[in-house]
């Protein structure tokens, strides 16, 4: 089957009429949830600006369903976008300043910033940091698009999510696109900045946060369509494809219920990561030949070295278990295989790298490397199987759901970004009915995702249940007040960010 391809930089965020075209009608779910979503969200805004909302703005969060920590080597990665997503309300501010409310005014109490967008981002992991990396990104990142701005618009906004935080399914990608929606839609942007920008633009965004983030969530909330689930190329240029997930399984999410921050832990988690992947390129490349391709860092990431060898996959594990050692490297060791006196040059582009450099004594180099390779070659593999039609169905779930575990292990052994919460869950997936369970997103917490026959699911939910009625230490107990299914449910791919009519709005 030929799969559809989007050009990235063709089309732009679009203007939707009706909520049916963004959220799936199960049971005419969307009149009796989203429908009251969105009044709440008016009347609230009516009780604090005192009048209506003209526009609302919407961005997804996602789950990834194969490709874990390999969008920042390059490499390819196989999301879906979820129906949980950020939804803000705005009007025009007369006076230059953007105030901001959210629904949940406990966690997030109103703040008020200037329009400035060259602003500084507030100190720590402050929530408003989100909505100012959306803003920065359509007003101070591109002169060829913020100059077409002469004086970025005030604005009252009131901010509804549905994306749990810390999570795994990108809550933090879902704010900063909404908020990116925002910021073009009211200074006139929206059919200037194509998608394939915009979501470039974010990623440029997040990374002055602090993230080392690649690309692969504020893409797929900005390209993600209703039933497909995308594969996201960055290489050599972005693309979203689409990629058919076989009718007789769904996916379903399970939430481990350990948060995992990741603003909170950059120089011992995530950017780390980012670091162990470059110093392993930096060997490698000094090995497989010129001393000017690591000293020059001729390769940006894995996936420009091994084009640039030629390698395939295997070739590239092969040389992987040659040239590097297993159990970890000190920092004078990196030093010392790679002949210099001086890492941090060596980082330059990444956040944090002096925290990572000075909060940490082993990399583990043949690990982090190994897993990149793997997981890399096993996206393709499970997009060739979704795509082949000649293949029995059976046959091609069970193959699905093995890579899927396969991710896991790579992850949990390999990478080390699992944890006992996310190995438990995933495991009792398993022996619940699942034909594949992964962790999905950065991991260290947050959620699993699982392929399930279709015919099994409830059976699979029921018994999944146990995860979070279980008697545990104490101290250990999983502490859920409200309802389960925020935190077990089966998801379809959803639709990706977009602006609603005025009209519509008008209309509620
Ligand atoms: C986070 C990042 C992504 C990706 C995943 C891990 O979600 O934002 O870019 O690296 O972790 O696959």
């Given at each position: 089957m030929e799969s559809e391809q989007q050009d990235t930089n063709l089309e732009f965020v679009p203007i939707l009429n009706h909520l049916p075209e963004i959220y799936h009608d199960n049971n005419g779910e969307v009149k009796q949830k989203h429908e009251g979503r969105f009044k709440n969200l008016k009347d609230r805004f009516k009780q604090i600006y005192g009048v209506v909302p003209k526009y609302f703005c919407r961005a997804p969060g996602r789950v990834n369903i194969i490709g874990e920590h390999i969008d920042y080597c390059g490499y390819s990665v196989l999301p879906a976008a979820i129906e949980q997503d950020f939804v803000m309300a705005y009007v025009l501010n007369e006076a230059d300043e953007i105030e901001l409310n959210n629904i949940d005014k406990d966690q997030y109490p109103a703040e008020k910033i200037s329009t400035d967008p060259f602003q500084k981002f507030k100190e720590g992991p402050h929530w408003i940091n989100y909505f100012l990396c959306g803003y920065k990104a359509v007003l101070a990142i591109d002169e060829k698009y913020y100059s077409q701005v002469t004086k970025p618009r005030g604005l009252k906004i009131m901010i509804d999510s549905l994306v749990p935080p810390a999570a795994g399914v990108s809550s933090s990608s879902a704010f900063t696109v909404c908020a990116s929606i925002v910021a073009l839609h009211a200074n006139g942007l929206e059919t200037k900045i194509p998608k394939g920008d915009l979501s470039k633009l974010c990623v440029l965004a997040e990374r002055m946060a602090g993230t080392a983030c690649g690309g692969m969530d504020q893409t797929i909330s900005i390209f993600a369509e209703k039933n497909q689930a995308k594969l996201i190329e960055f290489n050599p240029t972005l693309k979203a494809i689409d990629v058919k997930i076989p009718a007789s399984v769904v996916l379903a999410i399970g939430n481990s219920l350990t948060p995992s921050p990741k603003l909170l832990t950059l120089g011992t988690r995530y950017n780390k990561r980012v670091v162990e992947c470059r110093f392993a390129l930096l060997i490698l490349a000094l090995r497989t030949g010129d001393i000017s391709h690591a000293k020059e860092q001729k390769f940006k990431n894995f996936y420009e070295f091994q084009k640039h060898l030629g390698y395939s996959y295997q070739q590239m594990l092969e040389l992987v278990s040659s040239h590097l050692q297993k159990?970890?490297?000190?920092?004078?060791?990196?030093?010392?295989?790679?002949?210099?006196?001086?890492?941090?040059?060596?980082?330059?582009?990444?956040?944090?790298?002096?925290?990572?450099?000075s909060q940490n004594y082993q990399f583990h180099l043949f690990e982090r490397a190994y897993h990149v390779f793997g997981e890399a070659s096993r996206v393709y593999e499970f997009k060739e199987l979704c795509d082949d039609e000649t293949l029995d169905e059976a046959v091609k779930v069970q193959k699905l759901g093995q890579l899927m575990n396969d991710s896991h292990k790579s992850c949990r052994d390999l990478y080390d970004c699992s944890s006992p919460e996310l190995d438990e869950i995933t495991q009792l997936s398993r022996d619940s009915g699942a034909l594949g369970s992964r962790l999905t997103g950065a991991g260290w917490g947050g959620c699993s995702v699982s392929l399930i026959p279709k015919d099994n699911l409830e059976q699979f939910l029921d018994k999944v249940f146990t995860y979070y009625t279980k008697e545990r230490e104490p101290g250990y107990q999983l502490w859920i007040t409200d309802d389960l299914e925020r935190y077990l449910f089966a998801t379809q791919p959803g639709k990706g960010a977009c602006i609603l009519d005025p009209q519509y709005c008008l209309w509620m």
């Open positions: 159990g970890g490297y000190t920092p004078d060791k990196v030093k010392k295989e790679l002949g210099i006196d001086d890492l941090t040059d060596l980082l330059k582009d990444i956040p944090y790298a002096n925290e990572v450099i």
